[in-house]
């Protein structure tokens, strides 16, 4: 089995070396290089192929969001997770729009790390569970430069078995908390499954996902 290549960047020593043990516990995933500056990074992701990069927001020298524009434009294939101790609206807003598959607090539990970890490899997104339906609605206004979002035909909708799953109990009227307890999964990870339906959807609240899966006949 190919192990996912994780890249660390932080210029903490000692947080690298905890998540540097914390990865090597695991089967499917290790640990290819780190730095501990945006520019050993940069330059160092230029000569590396990686799966993940996990990247700190705020460095000395080049910080953590310079630094991931530039590692991504080198780097198409990997998916970037930034790691913070911030949780700050622009921040998100600025990750998602380079192209950024998750953004997570550094106070969040191992499990959930190595969950976000899977989840970007795996092609989705994962964001804190603090990034709500009005935080996704100012991206997409930003995104859009005529005011006004445009939904996906539904021809080109297509959701993976969890998401229909998720978005069909939404239907429902079943809270996150009830969704989260029901799958034997955390709130993070509905909310991230949230976030993720609504870019693929290409529209700013639940409610216009729940109309627009109607419409692709997602929904019994």
Known sequence: MKKIAVF????????RNGLKQLISNEQDMEVVGEASTGEDAIEMLGKTTVDVIIMDIRMPGIGGLDTGKSVLKNNQKAKLLFF???????????ALDMGASGYILKDTSNKIFLHAIRT???GQFYFIGEVTDTL????HEQKN?????????????????????????????????????????????????????LRKFQVSTIEE?????????LLN
């Open 209 to 217: 996902a729940v109309e627009t899966a109607k419409t692709a006949l």
């Open 120 to 122: 970007v490899h795996l």
């Open 145 to 197: 430069s005529s005011g006004k979002l445009q939904s996906a035909q539904p021809s080109e909708i297509s959701l993976s078995k969890r998401e229909q799953q998720i978005i069909r109990m939404i239907h429902q009227g079943v809270s996150n908390k009830e969704i989260a307890d029901s799958l034997q999964i955390s709130i993070r990870t509905i909310e991230a499954h949230r976030l993720n339906i």
């Open 8 to 15: 660390l960047v932080d210029d903490h020593e000692i947080f």
């Open 84 to 94: 913070s101790l911030f949780d700050n609206p622009d921040y998100v807003l600025t």
């Open 136 to 139: 996704v609605r100012r991206y």
